[in-house]
């Protein structure tokens, strides 16, 4: 591992009576870590003790669970908006079942939203290579159109919730797209950091970091053609995160048809894990920096949602990262690699 590269962990416990062996004195482990990159902390603790809820999906097809629902067939063409002649004069195109529209409530100046398939609710297996491949070829292309409209916004993303307990407002599949100059805090750090690196240590954290992590094997799940797969040193989700790095791609010009079949085939194994470990919610982010640098790569980040249980359906998200704005995680990314590895 690169000597740039700090993977700093604090350990601890905490000493307590317990109740379950007749008050007898019982120590816990937690660990606290600190991201090489961004020297942001994060929590380790609670270990095995938050198990991923499973959804009914049969019951959010009820027509009194669906309610109102702009994304599904028979609403879409009334309800939703259409893009300017400009952008692109048929208003709402398509690809397969994708249809691309504007964002009703928009993120920044040009915000589209990628309907991914007719159904209103899909299963993680529904959510196949074809769904994927035109959601995703339909977006990255509404990015590139942007990037030639305003080539002055920096920033180019890809977000998505899938399923209630990410935050999700809708359940119908569907992602967002949108050109930014504030993309969020995670993002700016992230990319002041890696340039920092990049002047510092003359290279690209995120290749080095690609090169360490599969030299030491304890993180790396694999590649999938130029995608490299990984999981966090520090997760920000509490079932912890996956993450997807393009060494080739700097910005949204680079991104081929190639790079999206890697994607789509990294993330089907990833939601082979998800189905074998009963995770039915996640959150996703694909980050494209600005161009002309070569020390910010595009990279994807998956983190697993749930709910903590179906009785009062508490959100994953507490006082840590709402206010401390610190993640918490009950797996350790190792245990996690070697499970999600199997799928590479
Ligand atoms: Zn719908």
Redesign the pocket.
Known sequence: MSQAMEFKIIEAESTFLHPRTGFEPESVRFEVRIDPLTGRTGHYSHFGAIKPQRLDLEHYKRPEV?GF?P??LDKRDKVTPKFTTHIYPEGRPSLGEAMLIPNLFPYDIYSGVVIMADG?VLSLEQLNRKILQDAFTLGIGFLKKIKTLSPSIPYHLMTWNYMPPSGGG???PHQQYFATACPGNQFIDELRASEGFYRAHGKDYWSALIDGERDAGKRYAGNVGASHWLIPFVCLGILGDVMCIFPDVYSIEDFQDRHIDDLVGGLCRVFEYYRTEGIMSFNASLLFGPEGQRYFPCHLRISARTFLNMRDFAPDLNFFQAILGEPVCVTMPEDLCKDVGKFF
Request: glycine content about 0%; charged content about 0%; overall charge neutral.
């Open positions: 669906m629902c994304f599904c209103h809708l359940v119908h």
